[in-house]
């Protein structure tokens, strides 16, 4: 059983991070650009972030400068654009299955916080292949490793309002299946203020169908301009107003589970993460909440 694991230790880079960062650099440099020599430039000055790399930072500020290499030596903005259209058809076209699945279980609610949890495999900065359909299939009838869904339930309905933090595209069709069991609510989506990787933006709000049933924030790419950063006092101020938060994904935990309040729905997808939460890899986790 996991530990709940939000008592002020933030998530800091270490060395299995710096592999990680590589391939992510490699495969979007693919993506954004068929000219080897810009995909070997990319690489080169990634390799040198990673020469002065400080261990003091969050998984999500280094990606933030490898991602701002690609797009700026390869002059191409969304490198992932077209594996995102992808993501949210695929999704859509899987959303009157994830329906019925809620429709017909015992408890919609944790049937649809389930399935919004194992959308979170739709992630590119981790893992470069997965089969959503087969993943749903084996975790629906596994237990969360850290499960605050009790409590969760329990405030909610005492709830008016909720900031719901999302993560990536086509994952966007999961998370609009667990928006739509949360009762009349006044909810927030925060959405990426600009690309980076597939985490997901006001394009994919909309194509997903999003946009008529949320509002709708930014969130920074690294890049000014773009929204706020995770942790801009501002935007922490506007998180800690709110009567629930729900953060959705890796990279969201990676840079807020030192604030207590929150809660954090995921797939643990890799050995930092899950060695942070004191579980499994591949485990769902639904953790935090204490501290409001």
Known sequence: MGRDHQRGEQVKVNLDCIPCFMRQALEAARKATDDEKLQTEVLREVSTLMIGLSYSHTPPEIAHK??????????????????????NRLALGMCPWLKELVEKS???????????????????????EFDVKETINKVLDKEFAVDRYAEFREE?????????????????VFDKVLIEELGDKDITLVVKGAPIINDATLEDVKSCGLEDIVNVELMGNGTPGTGYERTDPEFISKLKDADIVLSKGQGNYEGLNSENHIYFLLMAKCELIARNLGVERGSIVFCGGEGR
């Open 66 to 87: 490898v991602h701002a290499i690609v797009r700026d030596v390869t002059d191409n903005p969304d490198p992932y654009r077209q594996v995102k259209d992808a993501d």
């Open 106 to 128: 015992d408890d919609r609610l944790h049937t649809a916080v389930k399935l919004a949890a194992v959308g979170n495999i739709i992630d590119y900065g981790v893992i470069h």
């Open 156 to 172: 909610l309905s005492d709830a008016g309002n909720i900031m719901y933090l999302a993560d990536n595209a086509g994952e966007l």
